[in-house]
């Protein structure tokens, strides 16, 4: 089994910058990559960014390219955001699979998801 957890999450001004960290435990040998997904105010879940834990390949949603990079340090996977937009507000999680068989950007690909950390963006 695995856990996920996410912190730093909050409410910032446009423009500033945000840290996400994403604590992965139990079996995490057998994972092959980790994502993060944000899921607006009202709206479905949206791919972010990910990460393969084998290769240390990273991908990113054309939306934030430029903005945000993903990194790892042993268990825990960050999310740094810059740049914060208002359309940036929104429950951001971490997910992993052990394959992530339909592709790192979509939601279907991850087993274990994480509760959840809410960023709120303000103008």
């Known amino acids: 089994q695995v856990q996920l957890a996410e912190s730093g999450g909050g409410s910032v001004r446009a423009g500033d910058s945000l840290r996400l960290s994403c604590v992965v435990s139990?079996?995490?040998?057998?994972?092959?990559?980790v994502g993060w997904f944000r899921r607006p105010p009202g709206k479905g879940r949206e791919y972010v960014a990910s990460t393969r834990l084998t290769t240390g390949d990273r991908y990113y949603a054309d939306s934030v390219k430029g903005r945000v990079t993903i990194s790892r340090d042993r268990n825990k996977v960050f999310l740094q955001i810059s740049s914060l937009k208002t359309e940036d507000t929104g429950v951001y999680s971490c997910?992993?699979?052990?394959?992530?068989?339909?592709?790192?950007?979509?939601?279907?690909?991850?087993?274990?998801w994480g509760q959840g950390t809410q960023v709120t963006v303000f103008s």
């Open positions: 997910a992993a699979d052990p394959e992530v068989y339909y592709g790192v950007g979509h939601e279907q690909s991850y087993k274990y």
């Open positions: 139990g079996r995490t040998s057998t994972l092959h990559a």
